[in-house]
């Protein structure tokens, strides 16, 4: 089923944007397009035949890759390209946007590099294994998904209802630059919206001084670069300033916004979420970031954009980005349209117990999550691996200004210690707020309570803690359009038969629950969802992005609560 997006797909020229808008540079030659691909029982030998063309950055199990094939446990997935290196001085770095799940990387058959983890994006330094001319660069992919500890979201073998079609392979962009010997790793970007300044550093390889060009001035690094008299970044208002650092003779692009997350009291006493120093409720959308012809990957960048601008347009100012990490261009978008995004971890562990998963929905039951075994969670090695991605995680979207709230577990999948992860996180990044445990199993900690109400009216209730209620999902409600549905079946928590009868489910959801909650202290509502996946038809707009149920404008009046 495919987009429109996926209908006008030009195969010689996929996903061409720069791929790392937070830290741009001018060197960027894009690797996408068809490469060969082989899938086969064996693991570290390269294939000698090849089963065909894969369109990369697609995987291998959706319809846009042109293999339309699920990877199964005991399989690995080949792919392989020609690259004629450019003429160049200093290094030659080789970037993966992501790559499902566990991979080694090859040039010239001599193995380069191997990564664990499927939804962050790695790098190395290749200038050792490239030769003048051209360059023959392999990939090798294993993809256990739910049968493995490893982080695995929603992907399920035996999909169904809200667990997906596994994907796998590589499903971001394949990118190379040139940079001098002497070059900038990282950037970490702090706005201090009470001071008026920006702290900035640089990671850096060689020997030189960095510094930060910013309005004329130069400052040494790491430095607090003033600034004065700054516009304050919102959804309303997404200002952002762009500055440069620059290390010997490389130099690279950013971007900054001055803006402050904080959890505080209200005039009447009530703990709210606040944005730069005032109450700021967070009327938001559930966002999974799955597509009907590229699963995990976007068809273009227009179809990022289109998502984000379609939730704006009908009122929202977050999207909850559930459980899964996007490309750095979709959290850019977000930076610069205006759209705050709570940002989930990865699930990982074990095979889920029903009760502890789904019965809390019920009986708002919520157990201890230092029980291992309970929580699918008794492998010691699929913890560490857990906590290794969630660092990696909170480091690579660090310099995001639209991050407003991290998310390191939901409903259950695989939590464990949530009052320890929360309290590293806040550590981490403390310029966020954390929500621990999204929905249930509440360890009563942190500054917020995290919801989900489902098949029942929502009444709000102040936290006996006292810290901010999140309603952090609820609605659901079903409406299938003949001709832009996945499956025959579907599932959702509500099911109606006309775009009317979604009107008025909705106004009397949000007038009679949602703005009576939000008069009393509710700090913010995730309605789901942005879009159908797979068997869900809960979405506000259909899975191939053809239909938006009802006018952007009418769910804006719908959902205002103040």
Same mark, same amino acid.
């Not at 983890?117 to 330094?125: H, I, R, T």
């Given at each position: ?80 390209? %020609?690259? @004629?290196?450019?003429?160049? +001085?200093?290094?030659? $770095?080789?970037? &993966?946007?992501? /790559?499902?799940?566990?991979?080694? =990387? ?122 004065? %008299?700054? @516009?304050?970044?919102?959804? +309303?208002?997404?200002? $952002?300033?762009? &500055?440069?650092? /620059?290390?010997?003779?490389?130099? =690279? ?310």
């Amino acid at each position: 089923m495919l987009t429109s997006w996926g209908e006008r797909l030009d195969k010689n020229n996929i996903l061409p944007e720069y791929p790392r808008p937070q830290m741009r540079r001018d060197s960027y030659y894009n690797l996408n397009g068809e490469w060969d691909y082989a899938i086969t029982a064996a693991g570290e030998k390269q294939p000698e035949k090849w089963d065909g063309k894969i369109l990369v950055p697609f995987s291998p199990e959706c319809e846009l890759s042109g293999v339309g094939r699920v990877l199964k446990p005991n399989e690995y997935l080949w792919y392989r390209r %020609d690259w @004629e290196c450019p003429e160049h +001085e200093g290094r030659v $770095l080789l970037h &993966f946007g992501a /790559v499902d799940q566990s991979c080694t =990387v090859y040039i010239n058959g001599l193995r380069a590099f191997r990564h664990s983890g499927g939804y962050l994006p790695f790098e190395f330094d290749a200038t050792g294994f490239l030769r003048k001319g051209v360059n023959e660069i392999s990939v090798s992919v294993r993809d256990l998904s739910d049968t493995a500890h490893e982080a695995r979201g929603k992907q399920k073998f035996e999909r169904g209802g809200i667990w997906y079609t596994p994907q796998s392979g590589i499903w971001q962009t394949v990118w190379a630059e040139c940079v001098p010997e002497d070059c900038i790793k990282r950037l970490k970007i702090t706005p201090n919206f009470d001071e008026a300044f920006v702290e900035v550093s640089a990671e850096t390889v060689g020997g030189n001084a960095a510094y930060a060009e910013f309005n004329g001035e130069r400052y040494p690094l790491p430095a607090k670069i003033p600034v004065p %008299d700054f @516009e304050a970044w919102s959804p +309303e208002h997404p200002k $952002l300033y762009d &500055f440069a650092v /620059v290390y010997g003779e490389d130099r =690279v692009e950013s971007y900054f916004a001055m803006r402050k997350f904080s959890v505080e009291k209200d005039e009447k006493g009530v703990k709210r979420l606040f944005l730069n120093g005032k109450s700021y409720f967070h009327n938001g959308l559930l966002d999974q970031g799955y597509w009907s012809d590229g699963m995990y990957t976007a068809p273009s960048d227009e179809a990022l954009i289109f998502d984000i601008q379609t939730a704006k347009d009908m009122g929202f100012n977050m999207l909850r980005k559930h459980i899964k990490v996007e490309p750095l261009r979709w959290y850019y978008h977000c930076d610069r349209l205006g759209m705050l995004v709570w940002q989930d971890m990865i699930n990982g562990g074990g095979q889920y117990n029903p009760v502890i998963i789904s019965a809390p929905l019920v009986t708002g039951v919520h157990l201890s999550d230092k029980n291992y075994k309970l929580f699918a969670r008794d492998d010691m090695e699929g913890r560490a691996h857990y906590e290794t991605e969630l660092n990696e995680m909170v480091g690579t979207l660090y310099n995001c200004p639209c991050i407003a709230m991290w998310v390191p577990f939901n409903e259950g999948w695989g939590q464990f210690d949530a009052a320890r992860i929360a309290a590293k996180v806040m550590q981490m990044d403390p310029t966020r707020t954390v929500d621990h445990a999204s929905g249930w199993h509440d360890q009563k900690i942190g500054e917020t309570k995290s919801l989900h109400v489902y098949f029942k009216k929502y009444n709000f209730k102040p936290d006996k803690l006292g810290r901010a209620v999140l309603l952090s999902e609820f609605g659901g409600y079903n409406l299938r359009c003949e001709g832009h549905c996945f499956n025959t079946k579907d599932f959702g928590y509500k099911r109606l038969k006309s775009a009317d009868e979604l009107q008025r489910s909705l106004e009397k959801l949000y007038g009679g629950e949602i703005r009576p909650a939000y008069e009393q202290g509710l700090a913010a509502a995730v309605y789901t969802q942005l879009s159908d996946v797979e068997d869900e038809v809960n979405g506000l707009i259909t899975y191939d992005r053809k239909v938006v149920k009802l006018p952007p404008e009418v769910v804006q009046k719908i959902i205002k609560v103040d």
